[in-house]
């Protein structure tokens, strides 16, 4: 069996499985959310099959709250007795497994954030009714840069900053500076507009995964569903001096956009 993207994938069979879930294939997506488990899919048809080495109460929770689907308890010899049934009803298929993460891989674009790759991922932002402090702002570069070589250095001692080349500037820091710009909330480095809220709601670390992200870089997801990269290193630590010569440097260097990945 290929993946979704045509290439091939090493085949594995679920000889000591003991369970299944049959759910439409329309529904692959509801997934995403179960990147980390070890779980096998396999299609027939349009159907999706759903199954795993181990079974506990956490992933029966997530398993529960997956869009329909059949459950089954499976047999040493493959046979498969639906949920609340005593006989056997059919035999789990047999075919080239994947995992979730070769079933969806996940794909990316670039963005104009010089260097910061742009990528697409299995989820949405939804609006939230939960607060919680802004602590990001993505604000222009000149408005930016106006306020802070001004502004009294235990201010500037919140903050720390990056900018491009699309005249854009991106403070981090609690409480951020009365400027105006988009606010964002930033949790072990994965930040979503202040209001919204990740759905299926994907933890940091998992969101961390699905990006490859290197310890320390820092992403900015968008409600349009792209995220921008920001390499760690990108960051300093705000002062009049680093903003005066961060805006040179910006300006005289003319950063590009990345490449297409």
């Given at each position: 069996m290929t993946r979704k993207d045509g290439s091939v994938t090493a085949t594995w069979q679920p000889t000591r499985v003991t369970w299944a879930l049959r759910m439409a294939l329309s529904d692959a997506e509801a997934l995403a959310g179960l990147r980390l488990l070890d779980l096998r899919l396999l299609v027939e048809n349009d159907q999706l099959w759903v199954t795993g080495p181990q079974f506990d109460d956490a992933l029966q929770r997530a398993l529960l709250a997956l869009p329909g689907g059949d459950r089954?308890?499976?047999?040493?010899?493959r046979q498969l007795v639906p949920e609340g049934c005593l006989v056997p009803s059919g035999v789990l298929p047999s075919g080239a497994w994947l995992t979730i993460r070769e079933f969806l891989p996940v794909g990316w674009e670039t963005r104009l954030w010089p260097g910061h790759i742009n990528r697409r991922a299995s989820w949405q932002l939804v609006r939230?009714?939960?607060?919680?402090?802004?602590?990001v702002l993505l604000v222009d570069r000149a408005t930016w840069c106006e306020y802070a070589v001004t502004a009294p250095q235990v201010r500037l001692d919140r903050w720390h900053f990056a900018m491009n080349a699309a005249s854009d500037a991106l403070v981090r820091g609690a409480p951020l500076p009365p400027l105006p710009g988009v606010q964002f909330v930033e949790s072990e480095g994965v930040a979503v507009p202040a209001?919204?809220?990740?759905?299926?709601?994907?933890a940091p670390a998992i969101v961390r995964e699905v990006l490859s992200l290197s310890a320390g870089d820092f992403v900015l997801q968008h409600v349009d569903g792209t995220c921008d990269v920001v390499p760690a290193g990108d960051f300093v630590a705000a002062s009049r001096s680093a903003i005066r010569a961060s805006s040179v440097l910006t300006s005289a260097d003319g950063l590009r956009e990345a490449p297409h990945v």
């Open positions: 089954y308890t499976v047999l040493p010899d939230t009714n939960h607060y919680s402090e802004p602590n209001g919204w809220e990740r759905s299926p709601p994907l």
